[in-house]
């Protein structure tokens, strides 16, 4: 069975600190990684990572794939409250005529304080 | 505001009753995806459809069936409702199988 595990689970650091969330997984036939953020709403999409090695950035957030370890990290720098949210790792296994399936894990609650 | 609408935001239906969901994906976006949010279970996939086709089941119980329009607008229909069914459910969508999913704001389902 798909599985992705998020760690960890619940973190609460001050503002302007350096925060690393991890992801690992194990699926038949990986094609993707994403990242999205939950606040009170819908995720929102963060990355989407295919190739292992390559960071992709934005802003103060930055992620990268490892496809040999099966794990990916998160990265945000100079943490503001406005990052306080629930971060979502998703696994898409390989898209066989159309079918695809997007696995979460279980999510990691980051809390900034002032 | 990722371009995906839901409606209702809100619904509070008893025991037993049927509802239905509606989902409007992005423009351009062909594929649909139906999940559901609850406390202890985080996101689960239920069903997704591709063009009108469903092409992909997960957990999704025999109660709830979903189907894709030509317009490419979905619904979700949840029948004989149980309390364990009050959740949020979100509906997503793609350019194609294997993009990113853009999720729309959800629908909050309360059974009482």
């Known amino acids: 069975e798909d599985k992705v595990v998020q760690s960890p689970l619940s973190l609460v650091v001050h503002e302007g600190d350096t925060v690393t969330l991890n992801c690992s997984y194990e699926?038949?036939?990986?094609?993707?990684l994403l990242w999205y953020k939950q606040e009170k709403k819908a995720p929102t999409f963060l990355f989407m990572l295919?190739?292992?090695?390559i960071e992709k950035k934005s802003g103060r957030l930055s992620s990268i794939l490892d496809k040999k370890e099966l794990f990916s990290i998160l990265n945000i720098t100079a943490t503001q409250t406005g990052d306080s949210a629930v971060y979502l790792c998703?696994?898409?296994?390989?898209?066989?005529?159309?079918?695809?399936?997007?696995?979460f894990g279980q999510g990691t609650r980051l809390t900034i304080n002032p | 505001d990722s371009g995906v609408t839901q409606t209702p935001k809100h619904l509070i239906t008893a025991t037993g009753q049927r509802v239905t969901l509606r989902c409007s994906p992005r423009?351009?976006?062909?594929?649909v995806y139906w999940y559901q949010q609850s406390l202890d279970q985080g996101l689960q996939f239920l069903i997704q459809?591709?063009?009108?086709?469903?092409?992909a089941k997960g957990n999704i119980l025999e109660r709830f069936s979903a189907q894709q329009f030509p317009d490419l607008h979905s619904e979700l229909n949840l029948s004989s409702l149980e309390l364990g069914d009050s959740a949020l459910y979100f509906c997503?969508?793609?350019?194609?199988?294997?993009?990113?999913?853009?999720f729309g704001p959800g629908t909050r389902l309360t059974v009482t």
């Open positions: 998703a696994v898409i296994n390989s898209v066989i005529q159309g079918a695809q399936k997007l696995v």
């Open positions: 423009s351009g976006d062909l594929s």
């Open positions: 997503a969508s793609s350019p194609r199988p294997g993009d990113e999913q853009y």
């Open positions: 699926v038949t036939n990986f094609r993707s």
């Open positions: 295919t190739s292992s090695g």
């Open positions: 459809y591709y063009n009108g086709e469903e092409r």
